[in-house]
């Protein structure tokens, strides 16, 4: 049987860093193949050649065994490879048959567009994927899964026979993934062949046939079946060690008072009824999965949503935080976000423009001058402590690998003094070394009495690093559980809590 | 590695147009040597100066991210009122300026308080405002000039200092010095330029976006003011008119002098060979009386290639960014 797909030892460089090395994946027609890896491990960027946004260095393309090279993602979108990627990617304001039809709205650009015809045409896909629902709605009218599963129709649309999906689980509930599961089994019984990329490996046993692994941007395994594997061979593959066990013992929960408590704090995001607490020294973890509200609840706390109810203190006393700068200078509050690249870091500017941005305030005097050696004198010890790896302070920052770059986005709240610091995803694109140092690095804060609050939906890291884990879903808190370092129970009770909601159908 | 060579770049961002400066001198003077007179000098300098203030004025607000559309209208109508309030009221001619820059500023910080309040872009905001100051000049002035400038302000203007070099070459150097001093040594100019580098790192970084956006229109506004007093000085009349072609070349000076247009990072000595290259270009064409029409399409030229090479360095920070 001719492979559908194959990329052959492709390799990939970017400025300071190989992202594939002599990388090679095949799928077969009517497959679904799981692609796993951890962050950084080179998925996306292979993601990336397949689909045309990338042209490999070396190696090559093929499909149906033709020799390909796109030079653009419609090139590969017009010879059948469609991908759902994990933001959605559709004109919200526009009906739903508009959508799954953009590429085909009429046969010129000056063409009048029948509209009948369009709905009548988008409608068949909709059915094939079991979504009956009138294609003249507007997209901004569905829910996260309808959403994606527009997005798979509009692939299928274009006579993909190719579709790549990645982490199409992520904002959906377990029900919805099984709906999800199953239009993909009967999609892969056309003779599809699907590509799954996810972090979920129930999910990858539950559904794949076949796997590749990547790790460091080369192939820890190429197109194995999965029924000759188990989960710790998958994970031995991944991370190129056995599955770590919780290496730091638990620690007692800290008697001191809360450095910040909520009391049944409302948002206008939609959060209600939320209530916990972070003391000095403590790590508080809240877990949850992609669009539990978890950043949204971080940007509540600095002020930049509304907060509808309930109250906020800070050190005992109630707090009316009206923006991120009265967090920092009044409240002693950071927030480094999970976007390092559009909310984290200004990749324009040096270094030290970077990681001095929270002192400068701090440090210039009463007509507003700021002088670089003072700003260095006050960042330089805390780049150092970092290990931060940079030519010098004034190079430019979007030059430095990630992990330097995250390192940067935690210095500066360091360097800032900060009484709480609220880490949001910390370690997403980060390699595995800086992410032990990173780990090692927020439990450290804590040991000299930073109250931290650790959002995350990497299980192992929060199960490595929390002490205490919120479980938060649909905009509200469904349960704590004490973390004892005992990875099965704590990641079940975690995922109980979300089944639970799930179940009772409570996610709004 | 290519760090090193990306950073000088940016460091070096007026090396490219002192150059082309330089080579345009020379090559003018070459070719006609009245270009070097003592005369053309002083009012080759006259021009730079007072379009020195105007490309600050923008200079500010493309930092930040934004433009600002209104800057002409807002230095047209600060120069009626600098002429009309020594005209009318007889005010001596430094209270009248006193009171020109406070117009600027006041304008500036309307313009900068809707805009961060409203989060309507700047774009709209401004070209509003352009509207809006205009209308006041033309209700002032009923499109009349106001000919009672008092004579020295008009020596100001006009008369030289030492030699070649003009009296309005002082407030230039004087805007020129406190705009570096401003992005390069004090904490406003600072977050000018990390809003405009990533409005929302700065922000969750504890900068407060409404205060300094307000400071930076308010910034542009008297810098556009001073513009427009110049103006009222040289031109000897309080002229309604003032301010109308002040659009393309507040754009084009910053651009070519390496000023990122989405924000973030600009260059002061860079402006100035801008407005350099600009004035000697539109002088030249003077000189050899060639049709003004082409004046426009050589600025025209000159904009697409600041552009192209601005353009070249963000890709190189954006692949930089993968």
Known sequence: MTAALEVLHASKSFPGVKALDDVSLTLQPGSIHALLGENGAGKSTLIKIVTGLHRPDAGEVRLNGQAVGFANPRQAVAAGIGAVHQERNLVTRFSIGENIMLERLGAHALSPIDYGQIHAEAAKWLALLDLYIDPRRPVSSLSVAQMQLVEIGKALALQTRVLLLDEPTASLTPNESQVLFGILRRLRDDGVAIVFVSHKLEEVFDLCDTVTVLRDGRNACSGVPLKDLDRQAVVKMMIGRDERIAKRAPRPRAETAPYLELKNVATSAGHRDISFSVRPGEIIGLYGLVGAGRSELAKAILGQIRRTGGEIRVAGKPAAIASPADALHKYGIGYVSEDRKQEGLILLHSVLGNAGITVWRRLSNALGFLRDRTIIDHTAPVLRQLEVKTPSVYQTIGNLSGGNQQKVSVAKWIAAGVKLLIIDEPTVGIDIKTKAYLHDLIHDLAEQGTAILLITSDMPEMVDVADHILVMSGFAIKGEVENDRNYERVSQAIMGFIHDNASTGAAA | ?322
């Open chain 2, 1 to 322: 590695m290519n760090d090193s060579k990306l950073t000088r770049a940016f460091d070096n961002d007026w090396i490219g147009p002192a150059l082309v400066s330089l080579v345009a001198i020379a090559a003018i003077s070459a070719l006609q040597p009245s270009f070097l007179s003592s005369f053309n000098i002083l009012v080759l300098l006259s021009a730079i100066a007072v379009n020195m203030l105007i490309a600050l004025g923008q200079l500010v607000i493309i930092a930040v991210g934004q433009m600002n559309l209104a800057l002409g209208s807002i230095g047209g109508l600060v120069a009626i009122s600098f002429a009309a309030m020594m005209e009318i009221w007889h005010l001596p001619p430094l209270v009248a300026m006193g009171g020109g820059l406070a117009i600027g500023v006041i304008a500036g910080m309307a313009s900068g308080f809707v805009i961060a309040r409203t989060g309507i872009s700047a774009f709209i905001i401004t070209l509003a405002g352009l509207q809006i100051f205009k209308g006041i000049n033309l209700g002032i002035t009923e499109a009349q000039p106001f000919y009672g400038v008092p004579q020295s302000v008009k020596d100001f203007g006009n008369v030289a200092l030492a030699g070649p070099i003009p009296w309005l070459v002082l407030p230039m150097v004087a805007a020129a010095v406190f705009m570096w001093v401003l992005f390069n040594r004090l904490r406003i100019g600072r977050y000018i330029l990390a809003i405009g580098g990533n409005r929302n790192a700065a922000e969750l970084s504890g900068i407060n976006l409404d205060t300094t956006v307000i400071w930076a229109h308010a910034l542009s506004g008297l810098l556009a003011a001073g513009a427009g007093m110049m103006l009222v000085a040289r031109l000897q009349i309080g002229h309604p008119a003032i301010g109308e072609d002040w659009l393309i070349s507040s754009f084009a000076a910053p651009v070519i002098g390496g000023a990122i247009l989405s924000g973030g990072h600009v260059s002061v000595v860079g402006t100035f060979f801008g407005v350099v290259i600009i004035a000697i270009i539109t002088q030249a064409l003077v000189l050899f009386a060639i049709d003004p029409f082409v004046v426009q399409i050589v600025l025209g030229a000159l904009i697409l290639w600041a552009v192209g090479i601005n353009r070249l360095r963000e890709m190189r920070v954006a692949r930089a960014k993968a």
